[in-house]
């Protein structure tokens, strides 16, 4: 096998064996991954031209019923100050949030019961009836089918549940025997079907992940084909198991960004926190890597540092407004444009 001769058939395919997603992996060097984030910002532009959508991230809740061994929000971190927002709260966040420009809406947090079905519904039908115009996507976890047919029959439009990894084993190294591959699996299966636009994705560098493991994560967004993916490089986090091992690299981040790409060509891909935590301008090197979303955070101030999965997690200290200001910048910096539409997948 060529290096080279695979990006070409990837950019020309979207496709590729897994064996070869391996090959390609292993033996990356400057030149693949020059050529893989060319063709990847080549086709992107072609579907999305430059622009680069915002979805405003509000963490709800960092209470949590599981116990991933990677996650500083685990339920096992005793250290971790909890904390839950009101609906007030959360409708604050939307409120500023829309005039900021934004319209996407992201609830992400742990599995947090308090966020029943009834509760969660009426606060994303009233998200929907004051800002009709806006996308409401929710980040909370796994449930249950019925579940997830009730918020998208209250409104909501998008899901985000990465897979963590696409191999079962590898699955049951990175978290607690209660929780299982195929329950993740099948809520994504779920999702997807009852309508949502759905996202997966997975950590770059988690503990025991080899090239193998990442060949089975592309092969599987090949074959699930989500709108959306979240990938990051894993970064330790001082009060779980897996405190002392080594972070994921943006180097290897971007190179993913550019196949998954490349895999789709209308994948909404957002160049994550994680990515701008492990290096500085991680974020930039993401969208020139062909990434397409940034997801600011609109978080109140006071519980930013609390909703802390990883340590040195950035912009934990700084109003929306700022953060959105220092991201346009840096978006600019790339040669791209901050898009404030709602941003949906062009099919
Ligand atoms: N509880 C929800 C969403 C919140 S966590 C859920 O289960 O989907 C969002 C994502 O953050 C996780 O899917 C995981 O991939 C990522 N994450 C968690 N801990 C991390 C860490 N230590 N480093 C990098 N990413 C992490």
Same mark, same amino acid.
């Given at each position: 096998?060529?290096?080279?001769?695979?990006?070409e058939?990837?950019?020309?395919e979207?496709s590729?064996r897994?064996?070869?997603?391996?090959?390609?992996?292993?033996?990356?060097?400057?030149?693949?991954?020059?050529?893989?984030?060319?063709?990847a910002v080549?086709v992107?532009?072609?579907?999305?031209?430059?622009?680069?959508?915002?979805?405003?991230?509000?963490?709800?809740?960092?209470i949590?019923?599981?116990?991933?061994?990677?996650?500083?929000?685990?339920k096992?971190?005793?250290?971790?100050?909890?904390?839950?927002?009101?609906?007030?709260?959360?409708?604050g966040?939307?409120?500023s949030?829309?005039?900021?420009?934004? /319209?996407?809406?992201?609830?992400?947090?742990?599995?947090?019961?308090?966020?029943?079905?009834e /509760?969660?519904?009426?606060?994303?039908?009233?998200i929907?009836?004051?800002?009709?115009?806006c996308?409401v996507?929710?980040?909370?976890?796994?449930?249950?089918?019925?579940?997830?047919?009730?918020?998208?029959d209250a409104?909501a439009?998008?899901y985000?549940?990465?897979?963590?990894?696409?191999?079962?084993p590898?699955?049951?190294?990175?978290?607690?025997?209660?929780?299982?591959?195929d329950?993740?699996?099948k809520c994504?299966?779920?999702?997807?079907? !009852?309508?949502?636009?759905?996202?997966?994705?997975?950590?770059?560098?988690?503990?025991?992940?080899?090239?193998?493991?990442?060949?089975?994560?592309?092969k599987?967004i090949?074959?699930?084909?989500?709108?959306?993916?979240?990938?990051?490089?894993?970064?330790?986090?001082?009060?779980?198991?897996?405190?002392?091992?080594?972070a994921?690299?943006?180097?290897?981040?971007?190179?993913l960004?550019?196949? !998954?790409r490349?895999?789709?060509?209308? !994948?909404?891909?957002?160049?994550?926190t994680a990515?701008?935590?492990?290096?500085?301008?991680?974020?930039?090197?993401?969208?020139?890597?062909?990434?397409?979303?940034?997801?600011?955070?609109?978080?109140?101030?006071?519980?930013?540092?609390?909703?802390?999965?990883?340590n040195?997690?950035?912009?934990?200290?700084?109003?929306?407004?700022?953060?959105?200001?220092?991201?346009?910048?840096? !978006?600019?910096?790339?040669?791209?444009?901050?898009?404030?539409?709602?941003?949906?997948?062009?099919?």
């Amino acid at each position: 096998m060529n290096s080279l001769r695979l990006c070409e058939k990837l950019a020309r395919e979207h496709s590729l064996r897994e064996e070869e997603y391996a090959f390609l992996i292993d033996n990356r060097n400057e030149e693949s991954a020059r050529f893989l984030a060319r063709e990847a910002v080549k086709v992107r532009k072609a579907v999305y031209g430059n622009k680069v959508f915002i979805r405003g991230l509000i963490e709800i809740s960092n209470i949590c019923r599981n116990d991933c061994l990677y996650c500083g929000i685990r339920k096992s971190n005793l250290n971790a100050r909890r904390y839950r927002l009101t609906e007030e709260e959360i409708l604050g966040c939307c409120k500023s949030g829309y005039e900021l420009g934004f /319209r996407t809406f992201v609830m992400q947090g742990g599995e947090d019961g308090y966020y029943t079905d009834e /509760r969660l519904s009426r606060l994303i039908s009233k998200i929907k009836m004051l800002y009709p115009d806006c996308a409401v996507t929710l980040s909370l976890g796994e449930r249950s089918r019925e579940s997830y047919q009730a918020l998208f029959d209250a409104g909501a439009d998008r899901y985000l549940l990465r897979h963590e990894t696409a191999d079962k084993p590898h699955y049951e190294n990175l978290h607690p025997a209660e929780m299982s591959f195929d329950s993740r699996m099948k809520c994504l299966r779920d999702l997807k079907e !009852i309508g949502y636009q759905t996202g997966c994705g997975f950590m770059v560098g988690s503990p025991g992940q080899t090239s193998r493991h990442i060949a089975k994560d592309l092969k599987f967004i090949e074959n699930f084909s989500p709108e959306m993916c979240g990938i990051g490089p894993f970064i330790p986090h001082r009060d779980t198991p897996f405190a002392h091992e080594k972070a994921g690299s943006a180097e290897l981040t971007c190179f993913l960004l550019s196949v !998954i790409r490349l895999i789709k060509p209308n !994948i909404l891909l957002p160049a994550t926190t994680a990515l701008g935590t492990v290096e500085n301008d991680g974020r930039e090197k993401g969208l020139l890597a062909g990434a397409n979303v940034v997801m600011p955070n609109l978080s109140p101030v006071s519980v930013r540092k609390k909703y802390e999965l990883y340590n040195n997690k950035i912009c934990t200290g700084e109003e929306s407004a700022r953060c959105i200001k220092c991201l346009e910048t840096r !978006i600019k910096s790339t040669g791209f444009e901050l898009s404030c539409e709602r941003g949906d997948i062009i099919r």
